[in-house]
């Protein structure tokens, strides 16, 4: 054993080099655009995002008409306006499955995620504010014996 170490130093020099956090790099395809999916229940976001003027259509309608109730449409808008890019993208997507409150937050899902294709660095505002993590929550399954998922049929003694 002629390579023991002598000191502290020698110690430290031995350490390999910590690895450095992932890159992000941008994803955009031939026409400019940054691709995602998003998910939420039982609903799938296809989400397109281009440079524009704050255009927003879902399955090839506008979102006021898509989405009618004000909440979705705020859902929508939230990772632009974390974001501080509203008015800047215009946004194409198309949804299918579950119902609309699960299509919105699907379209969330996928329009932050193809945001930060398009835009790297703003990884850390969307994370920050949880527009990035997929709700993992989905309708639990109705077992055999039960009147729901979890809900028994009424009780009679005779």
């Known amino acids: 054993m002629s390579d023991t170490m ?4 020698q110690l430290a020099q031995l350490k390999p080099a910590a ?13 400019g655009r940054a691709y995602a999916t998003g998910k939420r229940k039982d609903a799938v976001a296809r989400v397109w995002v281009k440079p524009g003027s704050g255009k927003i259509s879902v399955n090839t309608r506008d979102v006021e008409v898509y989405f009618a109730r004000p909440v979705l449409r705020m859902m929508i808008q939230q990772p632009l306006v974390a974001a501080a890019r509203a008015g800047q993208y215009d946004v194409i ?3 299918t ?7 919105a937050g699907a379209v969330r ?3 932050s ?13 969307l994370k920050k504010g949880g ?12 077992k055999y014996g039960r009147a729901k998922a979890r809900k028994s049929f009424q009780f009679s003694k005779r």
């Open 6 to 9: 002598q000191s502290l130093d």
């Open 131 to 142: 527009f990035l993590t997929r709700d993992s929550r989905t309708v639990e399954r109705k």
């Open 109 to 111: 899902h996928g329009l």
């Open 93 to 95: 997507c198309t949804v």
């Open 19 to 31: 690895p450095e956090a992932p890159k992000y790099v941008k994803k955009i395809d031939k026409y």
């Open 113 to 125: 995620k193809a945001l930060t294709n398009f835009e790297p660095e703003l990884r850390s505002v």
């Open 97 to 103: 499955g579950g119902g609309l409150s699960g299509q």
